[in-house]
């Protein structure tokens, strides 16, 4: 199903695994975090209108307005997508991913976010990747978008789901078995008799956290169900029928029997930490959440009520519900369901992403959260020691139920079998469709909106510091927090003197200070370093304070795209014994450094260890040339240049 995508999509290089290949990208989606540097990168492309079929400017990220940055933000988005020709989705239309697959997501299109959970319209059988931010702004300007033809996974499903086991006890099974680390440059593809018992939602739900594992994408056929669903949205037309050919060759498998899987937990601090619930059974809970674009559709919050249904939440427990879309708050304030949340005693929430991304809720000090969400990082919450453990809708209801985590075996509960509607209640008219011409559109910059930073030429040779050496699993929330540091992403200088703000608060300031003083900046990092969103404002702000190299021992997809984007050098060590050699302050030097980058092989010099060590530089050659130039845009900027002295346009 991949190849057959991907086929279909290529412009550029030979379809081969490993190989660097283009594609083209029919719909771009950006969410307002990190959306605004995304316009502000496509407006500094000099190009007037977007270029590829959709759009789409999603408003769901920063929703609590305290000040006037996030509102600037929003003011800036609705303005700048009605000149280029992209879609506004008003703040309170729902979390870009709900949205978008209830609203315009295709099977057999492609589709690339400035948002790491962008796969979960694979769920209708979309290629769908999430990418950094200038990736997605070159893809609505027409150009390609780069990517390595991936090794794909078939993951055969059988059987059928036993009651209060649902699909997120799927894909925490998958990450039990892949964890979070170890799965770049792979695609899982769902098959198998067990497909056809899971119906988009839950297939979304699947592809949604599949993220966690590292993966470019997941995708499901496009079988009866898909066009059951997009009928359901009054969009059959969306539908192409597609499944995998019956001597598809993968791989690898790994082969799950839907009648097995049981109720599972991830636990602190990383999605991929699975145990069994009734492992866990007992333990006492302070806070249950239920939405986030993994669990946050009709059937999720439906079963969620159907199980409170008649009980009051635990005194001990703050239930909240946050629907995922305006569609799914309408159909459940219309029959009765949101009544009866709130008969429960649980907390409506907005419609965004709000607790997911540590914009509110944040639990009291130590507390055990049970949250519906994708991602349970040390800190992510906004609460640094509480302890978030990411279930199932039914495995939340419970322990809302009776305040601590409860075997759904020893309850005298019916389980709720709740079917996906046959009309979903499509209402549009919180989408702003852009006018025919633009042109005439004056964008609103208020002072939050800043210029996206450009980087300089790389230097022949780099002298400077290990500034900060971490160990494994950093994700781009430890580089980049978000929570109530999330308004500042506008403002790069500003968001800039957070960077590793929960890891070493001095940080910004040491590396501002090697910057000012010629004095390159170098991160050390162990494995899966830059793991989690999609924020390439984790590339940005470093290379703002002047960080010219990550070098770990492995650098996660995104990440590692953002940062050659930028112009920081991604380099891994060959050998564990050498990150283990350096010392956060060794002074480090490279020589020769343009021939290194061509060749893809570096010699690191650590003055202080008096040790010279192997690195490798994994890029393609397009982003040698960018990680040269300073940066992508600055390559685009030379390559413009270059054409106009070619024709004599100076
Ligand atoms: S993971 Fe959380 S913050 Fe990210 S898009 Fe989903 S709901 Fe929003």
Partial sequence: MTEKILRAHLVEGTYKTGNDIGIHIDQTLTQDATGTMVYLEFESLGIDHVKNELAVSYVDHNTVQVGFENADDHAYLQSVAAKIGAVFSRPGNGICHQVHLERFGKSGATLLGSDSHTPTDGGLGALAIGAGGLDVALAMAGRPFHLIVPKIIEIRLSGKLKPWVSAKDVILTVLEHFTVKGNVNTVFEYTGDGVTDLDVPARATICNMGAECGVTTSLFPSDRETLRFLAAQGRGEAYRPFAADKDAVYDGLFEIDLANVTPKAACPHSPGNIKDIKDLAGMEVDQVLVGSCTNSSYTDLVKTARILDGHVVS???????????????????????????????????????????????????????L?????????????????????????????????????????????????????????????????????????????????????????????????????????????????????????????????????????????????????????????????????????????????????????????????????????????????????????????????????????????????????????????????????????????????ADRNGNP
């Fill in 315 to 369: 005194p001990k427990v703050s239930l909240g519900v946050a629907p995922g879309s305006r569609e799914v708050l309408q159909m459940i304030s219309e029959n009765g369901i949101l009544s009866s949340l709130v008969r429960s005693g649980a907390r409506i929430l907005e419609s965004a992403c709000g607790f997911c991304i540590g914009n509110h809720q944040s639990p009291k000090s130590r507390a055990v959260s």
């Fill in 371 to 643: 949250r519906t969400s994708n991602r349970n990082f040390e800190g992510r919450s906004g609460t640094k020691d509480a302890q978030v453990y990411l279930v199932s809708p039914e495995t939340a209801a419970l322990a809302a139920i009776y305040g601590k985590v409860t075997d759904s075996a020893t309850v005298d509960i019916p389980y709720p079998v709740v079917s996906m509607p046959d009309r979903y209640d499509a209402d549009d008219s919180m989408f702003i469709f852009p006018p025919k011409d633009g042109s005439e559109v004056k964008v609103v910059r208020g002072p939050n909106i800043g210029d996206p930073p450009k980087g300089v030429p790389l230097d022949d040779r780099l002298y400077g510091v290990a500034t900060i050496k971490v160990g494994d699993k950093i994700t781009t929330d430890h580089i980049m927090p978000a929570g109530a540091r999330l308004k500042y992403r506008s403002n790069i200088p500003a968001y800039s003197t957070f960077v590793f703000e929960n890891i070493d608060s001095d940080f910004s300031r040491k590396a501002a200070e090697n910057r000012d003083a010629k004095v390159a900046n170098f991160i050390i990092a162990g494995y899966s370093y830059g793991q989690g969103s999609s924020r390439e404002h984790a590339a940005i702000c470093p290379m703002y304070l002047g960080v010219k190299a990550v070098i770990a021992l492995s650098i996660e997809r995104i990440h590692q795209a953002n940062l050659c984007n930028f112009g920081i050098l991604p380099l891994t060590f060959r050998s564990e014994k050498d990150y283990q050699s350096v010392v956060q302050g060794d002074t480090l030097e490279m020589d020769d450094v343009h021939a290194m980058v061509r060749k893809g092989e570096f010699v690191l010099h650590d003055v202080t260890q008096g040790a010279d060590i192997a690195l490798d530089l994994v890029a393609t050659d397009e982003q040698k040339e960018m990680l040269l130039h300073g940066g992508l845009l600055n390559l685009l900027r030379d390559q413009r240049q270059d054409e």
